[in-house]
């Protein structure tokens, strides 16, 4: 049993994965306030940038280890590339370390390379952001050598400024005489103009505050702070840096929102994915039914009816405007608009836009890019945020943080 508080100080849920009361008070999880559909189209702010509330992540682009990439994928990932962003996506995360061997790089250059080829309006185009991360290799010893690795990123995808710098790893805990060189490297490459905005990836809650408050007396907005985060991430460390970067004004972007695909409702004990992440699977999934069960309890009962608010356009107030936005909706989605099915794979990454951050699940086929678009155009209720919390919470197994996030 979890105990969660209430949205006064006077009430309190105790809920589990499959029920929830009201009690008395003292707890951690908060009622989330009912707030409007996620639209394809809608966009939110990030530092200096307007970004759609989901993005694509592209860690598999190039990667023949882990998720098997073949260069006869590059065709299909162009036409998941054009379908992202024809349907609003305009946030494609990457990093110069992305890609085994020969490939290392190969996930900057496609994505450069699809963004020059893109035949859709130029107003699209040109809103595209592309996230890239600078590895903290222990060679990059002066702010001159991060510069120059932002230069053979910018080298690799042949465009002239990048959307947002990230620093992809802290070096505190093993060589923290790097870290200020880095510090500088990432305040040099946003002074230069080489990059929009400047974000971190897997620092954890101390060091995050360490490097705003630097960059700021630089005179320099940290924009994004990119961690794992998903209902297989709720450690406290996850949740402090979350509440940090809602009170600075961060963006939190969620890498693995769908946990390395745990949360797709594909695998079970008995049906685990091949290569390395069998034996991550194998450990945690036999301890996730009471998370797993509350994904497919919410996407089933949501293909079986669709809530009054959702079906009348809940995000306008007028008739007038609630007609507009469901023709618009049609327009945008075609039939799929007045659709309610949705999956476990939607749920679980609707819950991270529901919680105010901006996930980047993974893709590499066509299928799991439709798949993730299904997250958008809608929003969980507040009941359901709070059954799939407690599930995670009586949920033994979870997922094993990031070695490279700092405390």
Not at 19 to 33: C, E, G, V, W, Y
Not at 206 to 225: E, T
Not at 266 to 273: A, D, Q, V
Not at 388 to 395: D, G, N, T, Y
Request: aromatic share 10%; proline share 5%; glycine share 8%.
């Amino acid at each position: 049993m979890v105990s969660v508080a209430a949205p006064t100080s006077s009430h309190l849920i105790t809920c589990s994965a499959s029920n929830i009361t009201a009690t008395t008070p003292s707890s951690s999880l908060k009622l989330p306030r009912l707030r409007p559909l996620i639209w394809p189209w809608e966009k939110i702010k990030m530092g200096p940038l307007s970004v759609s509330p989901m993005g694509f992540g592209t860690w598999a682009w190039g990667n023949q280890l882990l998720w098997g990439y073949d260069e006869s994928m590059d065709s299909e990932l162009q036409a998941i590339f054009n379908l992202a962003v024809d349907n609003g996506v305009n946030v494609f995360d990457t990093a110069d370390s992305y890609g085994t061997g020969r490939l290392v790089g190969q996930s900057e250059r496609l994505l450069g390379k699809f963004v020059r080829e893109f035949k859709g309006q130029k107003r699209q185009r040109d809103e595209i952001v592309i996230a890239t991360k600078f590895a903290a290799y222990p060679w990059r010893l002066t702010p001159g050598q991060f510069v120059k690795a932002c230069k053979m990123s910018l080298d690799r995808m042949q465009i002239e400024q990048i959307g947002i710098g990230q620093l992809h790893w802290s070096t505190a805990n093993y060589a923290p005489l790097q870290e200020r060189a880095l510090w500088d490297g990432l305040v040099a490459t946003y002074e230069k103009g080489l990059v929009r905005a400047v974000g971190v990836s897997n620092y954890g809650p101390k060091q995050l505050l360490k490097i705003h408050d630097y960059l700021k007396l630089r005179g320099v907005p940290l924009c994004s702070a990119q961690v794992q985060f998903s209902l297989l991430s709720l450690g406290d460390d996850q949740m402090e840096i979350k509440e940090i970067c809602d009170s600075l004004g961060i963006r939190l972007i969620a890498y693995s929102p769908l946990g390395l695909g745990m949360l797709t409702g594909k695998y079970t004990p008995s049906n685990l994915p091949s290569g390395p992440r069998a034996l991550l699977f194998g450990q945690i999934l036999p301890g996730l039914q009471p998370l797993l069960g509350s994904l497919q309890d919410i996407a089933k009962q949501r293909n079986k009816t669709i809530p009054q608010r959702e079906a009348a356009g809940f995000i306008l107030d007028s008739f007038c405007s609630i007609f507009l936005t469901v023709f618009v909706r049609y327009l945008f989605l075609g039939a799929n608009a007045f659709s309610s099915k949705h999956s476990s794979w939607q749920v679980a990454i609707n819950w991270c836009m529901c919680k105010g951050t901006i996930p980047i699940p993974g893709v590499k086929t066509i299928k799991q890019a439709e798949e993730n678009l299904g997250a958008l155009g809608w929003r969980l209720g507040s009941n359901e945020i709070l059954q799939l919390e407690c599930a995670a919470r009586e949920s033994p197994r979870k997922m094993i943080q990031n070695i490279f996030q700092t405390r």
